[in-house]
């Protein structure tokens, strides 16, 4: 797929996520808008995967570690044509199929159910070493928050990873350097990234996070290493795409008001 492609996948994406946000009345814009690039190239180009068949055997699995940006997933489920797009302004209501995190039992796409912070790995793990089991080819992709891995789960999970050689197994840490409380590097600092995962045995890759070609390049190398898992440690900017939420802290959980909404609608390009 050509980058203008998934360009426009993206923003559609991004509108959709500023608008069901605002609907809904709450969650988490600012990691969701960090993701989305990530994201497009994974269900749009990486991953085989089918809407008509979303348990398919063969299918290569997701799991959203950092779960409160669920809305990015969604608008990107949607955009694929797992479910239609009216189901996304039903985002956070009662008896609704969407959730404020992924439900894998009542959701199409959501292969792990996840919210509590550093879980996600640990399931995936699972996921891989099945496969591995079974020999079978299908892989796994997992994304983290940079605040999320702060959790001591995630490292107990590297380690396991390396341990039983996952190398169908892939994972993004959304390096947007904000979290709930404050920069990461003020809150907890979870640097050197790169170095820990290194020391943990797994091949390291750095990218730009919004840098289409640079998601490609790195998954294409992870789908090449072969004995231990690859860690891609994408830097994001929170908020990507809307400028009064990039790198502000106080978008990481806050809905856009009506007003804001359109402001946002409007530097993505309207509302189509």
């Known amino acids: ?19 069901m946000l605002t609907e809904a009345g709450s969650g988490h814009p600012g990691g969701s808008l960090s993701v989305t690039d990530i994201l497009q190239v994974l269900y749009f180009e990486t991953m085989h995967v089918d809407p008509k068949d979303p348990k ?16 990015a997933l969604y608008a990107t489920l949607v955009e694929k044509g797992y479910f239609p797009e009216e189901e996304l302004w039903h985002l956070r209501k009662c008896g609704a199929m969407l959730q ?27 996921m891989a070493l099945t496969a591995k089991l079974d020999k079978k080819d299908w892989r796994v992709y997992v994304v983290c928050g940079d605040g999320e891995i ?42 050197p990234i790169d170095e820990k995962f290194r020391a943990f045995g797994w091949n390291v890759l ?27 440690i994408a830097e994001t900017v929170k908020g990507k795409g809307v400028s009064f939420m990039e790198n502000q802290v106080g978008w990481h959980g806050k809905a856009p008001s009506k007003e804001e909404c359109a402001e946002a609608l409007k530097e993505l390009g309207g509302e189509a």
């Open 56 to 71: 398919k055997a063969d299918r290569d699995r997701f799991v959203l570690s950092k779960g409160h940006c669920a809305p």
């Open 150 to 191: 702060q959790e001591g789960m995630i490292w107990e999970a590297a380690m396991s990873a390396a341990h039983y050689k996952l190398d169908n197994l892939t994972v993004f840490v959304d390096h947007n350097g904000l979290q709930i409380d404050g920069p990461n590097n003020e809150v907890m600092t979870v640097n």
């Open 206 to 232: 750095s990218i730009n996070g919004h840098d289409y070609d640079e998601i490609r390049s790195a998954l294409t190398l992870a789908q090449h290493t072969k004995g231990r898992p690859t860690v891609i």
């Open 100 to 126: 404020g995190h992924p439900d894998m039992k009542h959701t199409p796409g959501i292969d792990m159910s996840t919210g509590s912070l550093g879980q996600g790995l640990s399931c995936a793990n699972g």
């Open 1 to 19: 797929m050509k980058n203008e492609e998934l360009a426009q996948h993206a923003c559609h994406v991004r509108k959709n996520i500023v608008k």
